[in-house]
């Protein structure tokens, strides 16, 4: 009963992570057994939520505890795998979590930015100890970030040409390129660990 989303494998090949009604679980296959992560006061999760490649550490897309004036926000937090207090990256604003780079060391997001009196939907990318994020994308509406395995490029969707369409950049931006071109709405593309294929959905 109810409703889960974004199943992200963890290193064992045994074990996944999803969302469900704003908290975190863990699922091993073997077992057919499910528990609960402890997320301290993250429990108000929406579906973004990605493992560090080492699977220690934990990052959630989530509403932070202090609004409860009826105002919305996402903010990025990470946190021990194994549980333990939350840590906020990105502070004020919408940010939706997508990708960690293969090495560690920088998430990319989208995010809601006010910009020139303009609200942007942009990819960012910021240092996983925290520090300034970094804007990346600009112009039409650029969501669903994920890093290439060997981490030289962050594939992404974009509406730059008018419908929604996969492309890829390279890790600081530059080389922005349309890879899709149909009259389909491509979202969220998902490389396989070869590099070799890219699996999205599409409208």
Known sequence: PGIIEAPNWLNDGNTLLYNA?????????????????????CVQCNNDHVPSPDNQL????????????????????????????????TGPGLSYLHGWSPDGTEMAYCAFRDIDGRQEVDVYT???????????????????????????YI?????????????RMERDGGEQTQITENRRNNWFPHVSPDGKRVVYISY
Request: proline content about 8%.
């Open 126 to 152: 910021i240092p996983v100890n925290g520090g300034v994020e970094k804007r990346l994308t600009k112009g039409g509406f650029n969501d669903g970030p994920e890093y290439s395995p060997d981490g030289k």
């Open 58 to 89: 934990l990052a959630v897309s989530c509403m932070p505890p202090e609004l409860t004036d009826g105002t919305y926000e996402s903010h990025i937090y990470v946190l021990p795998m194994t549980g333990g207090e939350p840590k906020d990256l």
């Open 21 to 41: 009604d704003g908290k975190i679980y863990r699922y091993e296959i073997d077992k057919d057994h499910v528990e609960q992560v402890d997320t301290g006061f």
């Open 155 to 167: 594939w992404y969707n974009a509406t730059n040409s008018g419908l929604m369409q996969v492309w």
